[in-house]
C-alpha cells in the first residue's frame, strides 16, 4: 500500500494505492487490512479468510453521513491501465501502472485513466450520482 499526498498541501492524502499482494494471509485465520483512513467517505478493505470462515449475519445501521466529496475507487481484474495522479491545483504528479490485482483509492485530487491493455476493471464511488454537469469538472490535461 501506498499513500500518494499533495505536494501544495503535503498532509492530505490524494490517492491510496494498493495490490492484493498487501492483504496479509495466515492461512489459519482471516485478517482485515485497512487501506482507507477511517473519516474517508468511502472505505476500502482488504480481507484474507481461510476456507470455512463465516462472517455473521448482519446489517449496518442507517446514520446521517455527510460528504462533500466524491471519492472513487478502482480495482483492475484483468489488463493493465495507467493511472495519472493530479495534485489540488490540477497539476500531474506522477503516472501509474496498475495490472490485475491493484486498486486505487482517489480521495482527492484529479485523476485520469488510461487503457494500456484491454482492462476489466470495477470501480465504486459515493453517491448519489448528481450527473456529469454537477458531478465532475474536466481538468488542462498536460
Not at 494505492?17 to 482488504?46: A, T
Request: hydrophobic fraction near 35%; charged fraction near 25%; glycine fraction near 8%.
Amino acid at each position: 500500500m501506498e499513500k500518494i499526498y499533495s505536494r501544495k498541501e503535503p498532509d492530505k492524502i490524494l490517492q491510496i494505492l494498493f495490490s492484493k499482494s498487501d492483504i496479509p494471509s495466515n492461512h489459519e485465520k482471516s485478517s482485515i487490512q485497512e487501506f482507507s483512513p477511517s473519516e474517508s467517505g468511502l472505505q476500502i478493505l482488504g480481507h484474507f479468510a481461510p476456507k470455512g470462515h463465516v462472517v455473521k449475519p448482519h446489517f449496518h445501521n442507517a446514520l446521517d453521513r455527510i460528504t462533500k466529496l466524491t471519492n472513487e475507487g478502482i480495482i483492475i481484474l484483468e489488463g493493465k491501465i495507467e493511472l495519472t495522479i493530479y495534485d489540488l491545483d490540477n497539476s500531474p504528479i506522477e503516472t501509474r501502472t496498475l495490472i490485475a490485482g491493484d486498486g486505487a483509492l482517489i480521495l482527492q485530487g484529479g485523476h485520469k485513466f488510461v487503457v494500456g491493455e484491454n482492462a476489466k476493471f470495477f470501480e465504486f464511488k459515493n453517491g448519489p450520482y448528481m450527473g456529469k454537469t454537477k458531478d465532475l469538472t474536466e481538468i488542462k490535461d498536460y
